[in-house]
């Protein structure tokens, strides 16, 4: 029963603080299972909308509506924002303050804010040029997906925000290190969805 | 309706609406009937209102139950709610082979639109608001006791998943009083359902109240799937559990995976319907052949979650009237995994008929052909189990004797549908229709039952009548014989499903048949009913509160019946399988232990039923396109949960003292009891106590 | 070697070099599409191959998932799942290419 034992997957808070270590046990493991019925949710629209690429009932194709550019930022804020928010969770493992965690914390959200306010632009650039959900199923596969991933992340910015006052409110507690700890897995695996989403729509649809 | 502010306000509701209004403008007996429907869910709602107001319940009902996190309080309600559904989906059942008997070159009296209503209510309801809370209710009571656990991993998320389901149900008691149901069946397929051909209300109640019921049935998996691999009394490794929580845990694991499937499935029409989208419709590149492979995708696997469970009640009541080990231990827990794992690679039988190529079908067709030989292997460990014991044959025996006769046709004949060549000349025949219900009944309801007349006492602190369970027993197999045998006769006639009216005279006779087994059925319902009066009337004479009425095995049986809140006094050391049984036999149970601790439990809390009835009034504001409430309830649920997240007072502490009065009460009258030999275990002489036979 | 300061150090190095290997994945796949080398079927092989490795690398790097023994649990569940999944996309692709090819 060491305290440095790996006992749930994200950031184990081990040898710093050996209580909340054995009480996250179940909780993250729990967050996890969710994670797999979330990633079975993803994986049928990722295949839905396989199925539906030749749906373009004579309209918009995939090469005539992504951007290449704008998919290659996002990717990078994205991925930033998962390196950023493990600084985070080091400063809650082995800071004995929380300034630097709120202060990651900071850097993540605004990377998830550019990150979201991007793709909305993206999705308005769309369909001002008539790529909208409803002209064909290839595009309502297209905005079932991709808003889903982006609500995701809207969703984990929210959460992200309500743990920072949390941190402030109530300092770090058993529970709100376990929230973090839950909330580190969303994140990354918000990034890992978008692995598949670049590579399956973005640059699927740009090979030329 | 439509002037002014009141479409904003009310968003499509019309007077039309109301079945009353329908029935006034056009009285013929199918809007009377409606009505009528309608009308008995105002009266109940009503009635349950004056009466808990009469006897001044409500803050007992607030406090003691809705806002309780105890996963027996929980498994109870679901219980209680899969009998309410049963009966009004058991009634709708009647109606249907009343009209079929009727309508032989007539009209019968159910309107078509009416009828096709009726199959779809009986079919949602059975699956998603009888069956699936009847299980998670029995898994809910039952798991943490025989794990030894004092509760589920995640309490208020377990009240949340209740909720959610009577949100759900709730919203299904609300189509028959505003506005109507979807008429596309259970399984919902566009483009039927999409708003070019059915434009009303219907489709969108079925497909939130669906999701509601779906997201609570994910959570439900998650919490138990956690509950067993993380809570488990010290000493019990995966291979002494009992076979029971071996199918809790396979069943949870396959709700994790085969639920977001239906909510994926359902969300897409919903897209459809709500903004135009184009997944499933006729036109603009939609593609409908992908529903059906999205809701099979969930639609097979459901199935199997809800056949685990029961076979794991067989296990459990066969291992303890037929006074014997289980046989073949290994074997079931083995079968039980294989079972749920390849429920997952069949679903394309049920739509053998889409268009695949013949390579495609044989391949799914012989797949679905293997899933019989786990499920003949439970079969004969059960057999086996039985040989050579002393078999007794109380009414959860009988249950699970008439389940393996009964179910194995019904195998039979899903192994003549696994072939494809055969299931295109049936495709969409009564025969389809015999099949599963001769799966699922024997298999699911008897299992539910015989777990319900199993677990009673344990529950509840008393037996229930005997002789009223033997009559509910007689009228649910001769009624299930009487009205499913004929729909296999004449499907293979070739009758279609789900019509309202017949045009060949010769299926009149066996329709008659079926008719009256449907009566049969109804009055089945009505001896369980009779049969909880007379046990509750009876209660005194009845009492186990020793807590071992059956010799049972497992831990659950080693407590008080009904369990204190915290199951166990102290957390129990488990050196092998079936430990309660094997302490019996070394007379190492009923014994104090040295020390009493303080046992922290969770609070209540009111987030369950305000999640609930958010969720439900949120599903409501979608189906009637009342955007105010659907943004009010969103926002409403995610500060719930936000403000939920920052309460830090949520446990309560039941001190050392208190434990040890509650236990020693109960010690005190194990030792006043009589043991009981099995013979006298359904008389009132049974107090508990099981006399070890030496 | 268990210093607290050292496992500071070790953990911060697992983001780092997942960081930079995440980069690097991404870039080529990127550069793969923008400037196009290999046929249409290979690249997109490349693609889809790039993005399982830096799957893989999240898991590993940030999200500490592994083949240690003590990190097994959640690596058989993340199997399983995986295995679910596939079964589940795999076979909706073949069933849904094969109705398109026999009927649309």
């Known amino acids: ?208 | 309706m439509s002037q002014g502010i009141w479409p904003a306000v009310l968003g499509r509701f019309d007077w039309t609406a109301l079945p009353f209004v329908r029935a006034w403008d056009n009285p013929t007996a199918s809007e009377i009937i409606g009505a009528g429907a309608a009308s008995m869910v105002i009266i109940g709602a009503v009635v349950a209102i004056v009466l808990i107001t009469w006897l001044g319940k409500w803050k007992y009902l607030w406090s003691e139950w809705l806002t309780s996190l105890d996963h027996k309080k929980i498994g109870i309600m679901y219980v209680v709610l899969a009998l309410v559904m049963l009966a009004r989906a058991l009634i709708e059942a009647v109606l249907m082979r009343m009209q079929q008997g009727a309508a032989v070159n007539s009209p019968g009296f159910i309107s078509p639109d009416h009828f096709s209503q009726l199959f779809t209510t009986h079919g949602t309801i059975m699956i998603f608001f009888m069956a699936m809370p009847f299980l998670t209710g029995i898994i809910n009571y039952v798991t943490p006791l025989q794990i030894g656990a004092r509760d589920v991993a995640f309490p208020l998320l377990n009240s949340v998943s209740l909720w959610l389901t009577g949100g759900a149900a709730g919203l299904m008691m609300a189509s028959l009083v505003i506005g109507r149901f979807s008429t596309g069946g259970w399984s919902g397929y566009p483009p039927y359902t999409e708003l070019a051909f059915s434009p009303d209300v219907g489709p969108d109640y079925w497909i939130w109240a669906l999701t509601l019921g779906s997201v609570g049935s994910t959570l439900t998996g998650l919490n138990f799937a956690v509950t067993i691999f993380k809570m488990r009394a010290p000493g019990m490794h995966l291979m002494r559990m009992t076979l029971f929580v071996w199918t809790a845990l396979c069943t949870s694991i396959m709700m994790i995976f085969a639920m977001p499937p239906l909510t994926v499935a359902t969300a897409l029409l919903a897209l459809d319907r709500y903004l135009g989208f184009h997944f499933f419709t006729n036109d603009l590149g939609g593609n409908m052949m992908n529903y059906a492979n999205l809701f099979w995708l969930f639609g097979h696997p459901e199935v199997y979650i809800l056949v685990l469970p029961p076979f794991g009640v067989y296990s459990e009541v066969v291992s303890t009237f037929s006074s014997k080990e289980l046989y073949g231990y290994t074997s079931l827990a083995i079968a039980t995994m294989a079972i749920a794992v390849l429920s997952f690679t069949v679903w394309l039988h049920h739509f053998f008929t889409m268009g695949q190529s013949a390579d495609i079908n044989a391949v799914f067709g012989i797949a679905t052909m293997t899933i019989a030989v786990p499920t003949g292997v439970k079969l004969y460990d059960w057999i086996w189990t039985m040989f050579r014991g002393r078999v007794r044959f109380t009414v959860p025996m009988l249950y699970s004797l008439a389940f393996m006769m009964t179910f194995v046709i019904g195998g039979a004949t899903g192994i003549m549908l696994a072939m494809p060549p055969l299931d295109f000349l049936v495709h969409n025949t009564v025969f389809l229709v015999a099949h599963f219900h001769n799966v699922i009944i024997p298999g699911v309801l008897y299992g539910l039952l015989a777990g319900y007349h199993y677990w009673f006492p344990k529950a509840f602190g008393f037996r229930l009548n005997e002789k009223w369970g033997r009559i509910a027993f007689g009228c649910w197999v001769v009624g299930f014989y009487l009205a499913f045998m004929p729909l296999y006769v004449l499907g293979a006639a070739g009758m279609a499903r789900r019509t309202q009216e017949v045009f060949e005279p010769a299926f009149r006779p066996w329709l008659y048949i079926a008719g009256f087994g449907a009566l049969v059925l109804l009055a089945a319902l009505a001896a369980l009913f009779v049969q909880l009066w007379v046990s509750i009337r009876e209660r005194e004479a009845n009492r186990v509160t020793a807590g071992d009425p059956w010799d049972g095995r497992g831990l659950e049986w080693s407590i008080s019946a009904p369990p204190p809140e915290y199951n166990y006094a102290v957390i129990p050391q488990i050196r092998g399988r079936d430990p309660f049984y094997a302490g019996k036999r070394k007379d190492e149970c009923y014994a104090p232990p040295a020390h009493y601790h303080d046992i922290t439990m969770p609070k209540n809390s009111m987030t369950g039923p305000v999640i609930g009835i958010l969720g439900a009034a949120t599903a409501f504001g979608l189906v009637w396109h009342i955007w105010w409430l659907v943004i009010l309830g969103v926002l409403a649920i995610v500060g719930t949960v936000i403000a939920r997240s920052f309460a830090r007072d949520v446990h309560r502490i039941i001190p050392a003292a208190e434990v040890a009065w509650t236990d020693m009460t109960w010690l005190r009258t194990v030792a006043d009891a009589t043991p009981i030999p099995r013979q006298l275990e359904t008389s009132s002489a049974n107090q508990g106590l099981a006399e070890i036979a030496t | 070697m268990s210093g607290p300061n050292e496992g500071k150090r070790r953990e911060m190095w697992s983001y780092v070099i997942g960081y930079v290997l995440a980069l690097a994945l991404t870039g080529v796949a990127f550069a793969a599409v923008r400037w196009p080398t290999f046929a249409a079927t290979t690249t997109l092989a490349i693609v889809f191959g790039l993005a399982l490795v830096q799957i893989i690398v999240h898991f590993r790097f940030f999200l500490h998932v592994s083949l240690a023994k003590s990190s097994r649990d959640d690596l058989q569940l993340v199997l399983f799942s995986m295995l679910i999944v596939a079964l589940m996309v795999s076979g909706t692709i073949v069933i849904l290419a094969n109705l398109r090819h026999r009927m649309m």
Do not use: C
């Open chain 1, 1 to 208: 029963m060491s305290t440095n034992e790996v006992r749930h997957p994200g950031l184990n808070l081990g040898a710093t603080d050996e209580v909340t270590h054995e009480q996250a046990e179940s909780a993250v493991f729990g967050f996890w299972v969710f994670l797999m019925s979330d990633a079975v949710i993803f994986a049928l629209l990722f295949a839905t909308y396989g199925v539906m690429l030749h749906g373009t009932a004579g309209g918009p194709t995939p090469a005539a509506v992504y951007k290449i550019g704008s998919a290659f930022i996002e990717t990078m804020i994205l991925l930033t924002s998962s390196f950023t928010f493990g600084m985070a969770s080091i400063a809650m493992k082995h800071e004995t303050g929380y300034g630097r965690l709120l202060a990651w914390m900071v850097v993540t959200l605004a990377l998830g804010f550019a990150f979201l306010g991007m793709e909305l632009h993206d999705f308005a650039t769309m369909i001002g040029n008539g790529d909208y959900p409803t002209r064909s199923g290839f595009l309502s596969a297209f905005f079932a997906l991709v808003p889903l991933h982006g609500l995701h992340v809207f969703f984990g910015s929210l959460w992200l925000i309500v743990m920072m006052v949390q941190v402030l409110v109530f300092g770090l507690d058993a529970r709100v290190k376990i929230n973090i700890l839950r909330l580190g897995l969303f994140w990354h695996f918000l990034d890992i969805v978008w692995i598949v989403i670049f590579s399956v729509v973005y640059l699927q649809g740009l090979i030329a």
